[in-house]
Structure formats: structure tokens, C-alpha cells
């Protein structure tokens, strides 16, 4: 089974500050990998995904993550933190069982300081 | 507007007494799920449906029912709550049961069972 693993629970970074969130996932077949992003007291948002092709994915709100196959990992970053980023990232990955579940990972709540 | 609604929102109820969380979505989408959320162990799913009758058991669907009688309509039911049932659950919902798919959740029931 796939499974994805978020270091660090809680980010704190300057506004201006590179945003910086690692994702490590497990797959034993090519992995679909996935960011949301979760605002208080409201429901996932995709980010950006990876499924096949260019390996830097670019999202909304100025984020884009790298797939690295070597290193199995698809950090999410975005150069410059603006307060209205703060929220919990949820890294992901589509999971070969039944349907089309998603695994996430613990997630990383992300916060910005001024 | 495309969205994915789930009602009630917020709901605090008592050990045993039977509820029904609905959720409801206007794309037309086959593919519907349900996760809770819980501190330190992300989205989890309890069950999903790949279209009308069709359904089977998540991750972790033990205290759960589900039933998809229509496609837009997949209401969550707890026959008997306990306190473990505590959670924040999302429900999601895909156009297409591929790995690749984007999910798009609901805004979430907090649920409380005393």
C-alpha cells in the first residue's frame, strides 16, 4: 500500500521567506502525488498534482512542487510567503486499492509571521 | 456554482443515537467519498462509491454505512455513534474514477458524540 510522509507538522516562516514543505511518499507502482490545501473551518483545495510528464508542477497561488523519483519525494515550495498563506498542507497520493482514494499524509500547518 | 455540500455542519450528539451526515454534489460526478479527519493521522477514508449502487469500504469503515441511490447524493450514516466517532468528515467527489482524478471535498461536518 502507498504512504506519504509529511516532515514537520508545523512551519513557521517570515512573510517574504521561501516556503519550503517536504512530502516523502511510498509507491510501489508510478504514483499520481497530489497538494491541498485546507483555510480554517473549510474543505481541501487541490494545490497542483503530479500524474505523468513535466516533473516541476506548477499550482495556484504561486506553488509548484518537484517530483524526484531518486529521492521519492515532492516538496512543495513557493519563493515568497504572503500571510494569506497560512493554512495545513496536505501532501497525497493516489492509492492502487479500490477506486480512487487518496492517501494523505499527517499534514504541515503552515505559519506566517510578519 | 460546482460545488459538493454536506449538512449539518457543525453537529453534537449523544452515544447511540442514530444520525445521518448528507452530502451532495452538482457536477454530475460518478465517483463519491467519505474521509474523517483527525489530529496526527490526516484524511482517512471510511467508504466510497464508484456510481449509483455501487459501494465498498475505505480504510477504516467500521461503524459506518453508506448508500448511493442517487448519483448526486451520498449520505453518511452512523446506526449507533460513539465518542471514537468524534471527527471533522469531508466528503469528495470525482468525474472520473481514475488515479489522476482531482477530488473536490465538501466543507466538512464537525461531528461531537458525547
Known amino acids: 500500500a502507498q504512504s506519504v510522509t509529511q516532515l514537520g507538522s508545523h512551519v513557521s516562516v517570515s512573510e517574504g521567506a521561501l516556503v519550503l514543505l517536504r512530502c516523502n511518499y511510498s509507491?510501489?507502482?508510478?504514483?499520481?502525488l497530489f497538494w491541498y490545501v485546507q483555510y480554517p473551518n473549510q474543505g481541501l483545495q487541490l494545490l497542483l498534482k503530479?500524474?505523468?510528464?513535466?516533473?516541476l508542477v506548477k499550482g495556484i497561488n504561486g506553488f509548484e512542487a518537484e517530483f524526484k523519483k531518486s529521492e521519492t519525494s515532492f516538496h512543495l515550495t513557493k519563493p515568497s510567503a504572503h500571510m494569506s498563506d497560512a493554512a495545513e498542507y496536505f501532501c497525497?497520493?493516489?492509492?492502487?486499492?479500490?477506486?480512487?482514494?487518496?492517501?494523505f499524509g499527517t499534514g504541515t500547518q503552515l505559519k506566517v509571521e510578519l | 456554482e460546482a460545488q459538493v455540500t454536506q449538512n449539518p455542519r457543525y453537529l453534537i450528539t449523544v452515544t447511540g443515537k442514530k444520525l445521518t451526515v448528507t452530502c451532495s454534489q452538482n457536477?454530475?460526478?460518478?465517483?463519491m467519498s467519505w474521509y474523517r479527519q483527525d489530529p496526527g493521522l490526516g484524511l482517512r477514508q471510511i467508504y466510497y462509491?464508484?456510481?449509483?449502487?455501487?459501494?465498498d469500504k475505505g480504510d477504516v469503515p467500521e461503524g459506518y454505512k453508506v448508500s448511493r441511490k442517487e448519483k448526486r447524493n451520498f449520505p453518511l450514516i452512523l446506526e449507533s455513534p460513539s465518542p471514537n466517532q468524534t471527527s471533522l468528515y469531508f466528503c469528495?467527489?470525482?468525474?472520473?474514477?481514475?488515479?489522476?482524478?482531482?477530488?473536490?471535498f465538501g466543507p466538512g461536518t464537525r461531528l461531537t458524540v458525547l
Open positions: 509507491s510501489s507502482v508510478p504514483p499520481y
Open positions: 457536477m454530475n460526478h460518478e465517483y
Open positions: 462509491s464508484m456510481n449509483v449502487e455501487v459501494t
Open positions: 469528495a467527489s470525482s468525474g472520473q474514477v481514475d488515479l489522476g482524478a482531482e477530488q473536490f
Open positions: 503530479y500524474t505523468t510528464g513535466a516533473t
Open positions: 497525497a497520493v493516489s492509492d492502487t486499492g479500490g477506486g480512487n482514494k487518496l492517501t
